[in-house]
């Protein structure tokens, strides 16, 4: 049969070229199955391109150098028919095609770096991981735009792109908004450090929204206790507007019937003269007098004992002395309410910055936490009006405080009194 060197010189090119091609795809196969870490099928790769590689040299040295040019071995295995050689160049083809169908399928059926690789980039968050010295062991295609969008320049060191996130976690880029968390972990005894960017755009926009319609929820909670009081201080007023025209003609009807019983008997004008001190009762204990007489009178009506530990400070103005009452009477009612109280002093502490009013009772005391609540929140948010503060301290007795800046930069507690939460009314 003819040899392999007796060929034409178109079939050894071809022959050559075919075997070149087989070097080519031996190459390939070896990169992939390591990039796919196939282990067991790394030395097969190996061994299909030595044998190609060989071939296209042999092949090489008889078409370049016929005759005596080309090597001993050449020669030799020249001397081989042709069909050995198309035999082996058919037989490097089919291994060649069954490496390769086998990583493709092992790629498809398994976890593999590229896989992963692939699945990362798909990913519409970034993730960065790099060590210690900045060198970058993987990246996404979102984190590498966020660092050109950032940096103006590739992610190529990935200390550097944490170095200019900083300590923020929330980060605008452009028209969008990004998270980005840390993580720290070890990776085979080294520290690797780690990187993630989440697209929070939306979210962000929403809690914006939320935060102005939280503000504005607010704002109008606030104006409606304003509201709220004003209609509780309207209807008060017109309550007692009404006391007085209630009170202005019975006080008629007791003067027309006092001049009718001049003449009636005992039992008669006895009646009338309690009818009278009843009307000078109620006459006494009108807004119109004084803040100490309404509060000694609300007392005597609950049956509580006033201690008077000193007088109403000069400096308070006429708004001032009305909260206060305000405050002494609200004191009264819980103390008679919810502790049972039969005492309660009241006592004034003046400095140079601020007025400290204690009401302080022998009831019992709260066993729970403490809120302020119905009249207690009344007199709180009118307190904020003037600049004064309600606050309660529950230690030995029970004290409500009510403190009065002297100046609107002064409002901080004189002492005694700690601002606390209960539920008192």
Not at 20 to 42: D, E, N, Y
Not at 46 to 68: I, M
Not at 122 to 129: Q, T
Request: glycine share 6%; with cysteine; aromatic share 6%.
């Amino acid at each position: 049969m003819t040899g392999f060197s007796s060929l034409s010189a178109l079939a050894c090119s071809l022959c050559t070229l075919w075997a070149l091609l087989l070097c080519l795809s031996g190459i390939f196969a070896v990169i992939l199955t390591l990039a796919q870490k196939q282990w067991r099928c790394a030395p097969l790769s190996l061994l299909c391109l030595a044998c190609s590689a060989f071939l296209w040299q042999v092949c090489c040295d008889l078409s370049l150098f016929p005759g005596t040019g080309s090597a001993a071995l050449s020669r030799r295995l020249g001397r081989l028919p042709w069909s050995v050689f198309l035999a082996a160049l058919l037989l490097l083809t089919l291994l060649s095609l069954l490496l390769l169908r086998r990583s493709r399928r092992y790629g498809a059926q398994r976890v593999t770096p590229a896989a992963i690789k692939l699945c990362l980039d798909e990913m519409p968050c970034g993730v960065c991981c790099w060590r210690e010295n900045g060198r970058v062991l993987f990246s996404n295609i979102c984190m590498d735009r966020l660092c050109r969008r950032m940096t103006g320049s590739p992610l190529l060191n990935g200390r550097l792109f944490s170095d200019a996130v900083g300590a923020r976690e929330i980060v605008p880029v452009g028209d969008s908004v990004w998270r980005f968390t840390r993580r720290d972990v070890l990776l085979s005894g080294a520290p690797l450090h780690e990187l993630l960017a989440s697209d929070i755009t939306t979210e962000y926009a929403r809690t914006q929204a939320l935060e102005r319609d939280r503000a504005a929820l607010t704002r109008l909670k606030r104006e409606l206790q304003d509201y709220n009081l004003s209609i509780d201080d309207t209807v008060r007023r017109q309550e007692i507007l009404q006391a007085k025209v209630r009170i202005h003609d019975e006080m008629n009807r007791l003067m027309l019937s006092t001049m009718a019983a001049e003449d009636a008997d005992k039992a008669t004008l006895d009646r009338i003269f309690s009818l009278w001190a009843q009307n000078a009762l109620l006459l006494g204990v009108a807004p119109d007098t004084g803040a100490s007489e309404r509060i000694d009178a609300l007392a005597e009506a609950l049956g509580i004992r006033l201690d008077w530990q000193g007088v109403l400070p000069d400096a308070l103005t006429d708004a001032q002395r009305e909260l206060l009452c305000s405050a002494a009477q609200e004191a009264i009612a819980n103390a008679a309410k919810h502790g049972s109280a039969k005492t309660m002093a009241l006592s004034f502490t003046e400095s140079a910055d601020a007025v400290l009013c204690r009401f302080t009772n022998d009831g019992l005391r709260p066993t729970g936490p403490v809120r302020f609540l119905g009249g207690l929140a009344n007199l709180d948010l009118l307190a904020k009006q003037q600049g004064a503060a309600v606050s309660v301290s529950v230690g030995e007795h029970f004290t409500l405080c009510l403190q009065f800046p002297k100046k609107a930069e002064h409002n901080q507690p004189v002492g005694g009194c700690a601002p606390t939460q209960t539920s008192l009314q």
